[in-house]
T-cell receptor
Framework: AQSVTQLGSHVSVSEGALVLLRCNYSSSVPPYLFWYVQYPNQGLQLLLKYTTGATLVKGINGFEAEFKKSETSFHLTKPSAHMSDAAEYFCAVSEVNSGNTPLVFGKGTRLSVIA | DTAVSQTPKYLVTQMGNDKSIKCEQNLGHDTMYWYKQDSKKFLKIMFSYNNKELIINETVPNRFSPKSPDKAHLNLHINSLELGDSAVYFC??????????????FGPGTRLTVL
């Protein structure tokens, strides 16, 4: 069964600094990988996803993530943090051939951006 | 236009009461979900419906009963509410349960507080 580990429940960066949120997954078959963002008091929305093809995936708001099979990682980055990036970020995995197995979410990483 | 809507947004009730949360999506999706997000932000799937039929029923007390009158609606009824039911409940939808790479679209959430 697939699982997701997000390292660091809380990450704090200065405005303009690099954002790096870590995600490692466990899957017995090629996975589909997702990053969702949850702004305060809102539902989740998709930032980006990896299905097949290019391993560097670009998403909304300047975020990108790279699928590294050898490291079983899908870390999320953004070159320059903005105050509006403060939110909760969730990595999620879905397995190919998993039938009805749903998305499995990590425990989330709260990103704080300091002015 | 709201893609996935939930009502009510907030629900405060006493232990032992019965309550319902409604969800509607106007995206034409076949599959709808209920998730529970606990106080630590951990997201766990509860149920999934595809074209009004239950396809995922995770380990959830049978006090929780989902109902899908049509594929655009998925309601959640909770009997005999307990303190531990306090959480944020999210409805989501996706085009098809057969396409695991599909993005899930989330509603704004219903914050349930049981006193």
């Amino acid at each position: 069964a697939q699982s997701v580990t997000q390292l660091g429940s809380h990450v704090s960066v200065s405005e303009g600094a690099l954002v790096l949120l870590r995600c490692n997954y466990s899957s017995s078959v090629p996975p589909y990988l997702f990053w969702y963002v949850q702004y305060p008091n809102q539902g989740l929305q998709l930032l980006l996803k990896y299905t097949t093809g290019a391993t560097l995936v670009k998403g909304i708001n300047g975020f990108e993530a790279e699928f590294k099979k050898s490291e079983t990682s899908f870390h999320l980055t953004k070159p320059s943090a903005h105050m509006s990036d403060a939110a909760e970020y969730f990595c999620a995995v879905s397995e190919v051939n998993s039938g009805n197995t749903p998305l499995v979410f990590g425990k989330g990483t709260r990103l704080s951006v300091i002015a | 236009d709201t893609a996935v809507s939930q009502t009510p947004k907030y629900l405060v009730t006493q232990m032992g009461n019965d309550k319902s949360i409604k969800c509607e999506q106007n995206l034409g999706h076949d599959t709808m979900y209920w998730y529970k997000q606990d106080s630590k932000k951990f997201l766990k799937i509860m149920f999934s419906y595809n074209n009004k039929e239950l396809i995922i029923n995770e380990t959830v007390p049978n006090r929780f009963s989902p109902k899908s009158p049509d594929k655009a609606h998925l309601n959640l009824h909770i009997n005999s509410l307990e303190l531990g039911d306090s959480a944020v409940y999210f409805c989501a939808s996706s085009p098809s349960q057969l396409v695991l790479a599909d993005t899930q679209y989330f509603g704004p959430g219903t914050r349930l507080t049981v006193l």
